[in-house]
């Protein structure tokens, strides 16, 4: 899937004609941006976007957090990556389409909503750190 869904279109990051952006999840932790705390109601939000596949390794996004949070059962791949999530680590986030969204760590999330966490630790990168993150096309 080169395009990014129409769920996630304006949230997600992508180019000018509607295709992903694509990073590698290893610069954005090297970057040297400092941990903060952000007041978990603010991240919820991500828990309704699509950004899982149901059926993995398939690479449709059909499946948001807050469905396997409500069905554990039906999603167990998921959901033992969620309660598995290493809370030690804080949530990488970029400003895209003016809000903050999350591009490493929706099963941290889904632990934090778990444990009902009133905080959560992230990183909130300058928009100028991008390029240095995403993949050559």
Known sequence: MDRVPAALFQVFFHDEEGRWLRWQ?????ALP?????????GLWWHLELP???SAPPTSIFDLSPAQVLAAPERYSEHWT???RADLGHPLELFENFGRWVIMDGYH???RHRLEAA??????????G???EVLCAR
């Open 25 to 29: 999840t290893a610069r954005i932790w």
């Open 33 to 41: 941006t400092p941990a903060a705390e952000l007041d978990a109601s």
């Open 51 to 53: 950004i899982w596949a």
């Open 81 to 83: 990556r969620v309660v």
């Open 108 to 110: 941290r999330l889904a």
């Open 118 to 127: 009133e905080r959560v630790p992230v990183r909130l990168h300058d928009r």
């Open 129 to 131: 750190l991008l390029s």
